[in-house]
């Protein structure tokens, strides 16, 4: 077997072995190291010549000593000569190697240092904005259009703080006048159901078309990337193609989904928003949040014209009445309230209580018709509630887990629920019974419910988006776009698109591919 030096890379004539790094080295060569270094050429670790262990080889026969003038003389110089580029080489080849490694490392260090420089200056551009959104500004006191804002308005749309705000907090009598005024849009609404429901609505989409939507357009800039994650989302019945999301980042967003242009950044909860509304008929917007208020804002101001503190615990569900003037809230605090958006008053606040027994509210949406609603609990019951008897008529029980959505047909007799059981349950609320289980994969969260306009499809979100015929409650489509759970569905006019909100950051449309 043929020798090779790790130095010259040529067989040795006096092979030895360093024991330090088990290379074989041309005896000559290694000493000239050891004695310009003491250390191994190859593990740089200190070595010495006495260290060196010699290798037995076949004997190499070797000319007599040549005179100095004489031509093998000259071979001698030249292969000092040689030896000595070799050494120079292999000293060259290891700075190299040491100088690559310092450079990666400085490399690295710049661009973590350029990283760490975008972050903190995006950080200071957010806090700048917010604080240019909670100084206090002038002409604030009727923000939005409709409001009977009290004087001190303008330091509760400027003051994001729990503490500054003076809104109204006592509660008040739900008055002869607002039960009539409920009573009178439940007739109406009744009335109006009954003759829609004689008649498809003209230009819904058909069952094929719904199986045949895909991805039309994907948004991922809307809330912070810090912070990621959109929790609820909300569309405008008066003009569908506007969109409202509420994020993790504590902001709301008002969307263009046509001009694909932000419309308004609402900035003022302390904690993450997870409850949204879309005021149907005027540009206000209505956001819930764990910091226990509830926010009335006027889009086209970006402010908060009403703070509804109705609460002592996080918000966690919230539905505006058909009258476009009311709004339903629950909480963890174990309560339901009904409150005037536009004065901010609680009307009434009611904790029901079964025995000694007592339960936080999950969810929360008012019927059609606007006389009665269900809440949701965390001990796996619906509530159906009587609103001017402030009184629980009704009970569904057979979920197991959590109850996270809620959602009443535009018919109004079917009643959609979700838990943390992986199953959708319909229920009957002529017969109040469940007449309809929808059995889901294992593991799959559900985290969203909602019937279209017409009654005609329950679209899902959890896991993935799917969508459902009513009736036949037979799977039309599964959209699997989102990376992360969708955590909120909305059906666009007539169910010509679909957009749902997903812990990935983006909000997403889906129709018929052009």
Known sequence: MALCCAISNEVPEQPVISPVSGHIFERRLIEKYIQENGTDPIANEKLSVDMLIPVKSS?????????????????????????????????????????????????????????VIARLIKE??????????LKPQAGLTAPVPGYNAPAQNPAIAADAGPESATQPVEEAVMSDEVIKKLQDKATLLTAERKKRGKTVPEGLATSEDIRNYRQLASHTGLHSASVPGILSVDVCLRDTSRIVTGGNDKNAVVFNKDTEQVMAILKGHTKKVTSVIYHPEEELVITASPDNTIRVWGITTASCGQIIRAHDAPVTGISLHATGDYLLSCSTDMHWAFSDIRTGRILTKVVEKSGQMMSALTCAQFHPDGLIFGTGTDDSIIKIWDLKERTNVANFQGHQGQITSISFSENGYYLATSAEDSVVK?????????FKTLQLEDNYQVKGLCFDQSGTYLAVAGSDVRVYLCKQWSELAVFNDHTA???????????TFITSVSMDRSLKFFGPAE
Request: glycine fraction near 2%; hydrophobic fraction near 45%; aromatic fraction near 6%.
């Open 426 to 434: 319909l229920w009957d609320l002529r017969k109040l019974k469940n």
């Open 124 to 133: 200071v551009t957010a806090a700048r904005e917010a604080l240019a959104t």
């Open 59 to 115: 004997a190499i026969v070797k000319p007599r000593p040549p005179s100095a003038t004489s031509i093998p003389a000259i071979l001698k110089s030249l292969q000092d000569e040689w030896d000595a580029v070799m050494l120079h080489s292999f000293t060259l080849r290891q700075q190299l190697q040491t100088a690559r490694q310092e450079l990666s490392h400085a490399l690295y260090q710049h661009d973590a240092a350029c990283r």
């Open 485 to 495: 759970a969708a955590t909120g569905v909305r059906f666009g006019h007539n169910s």
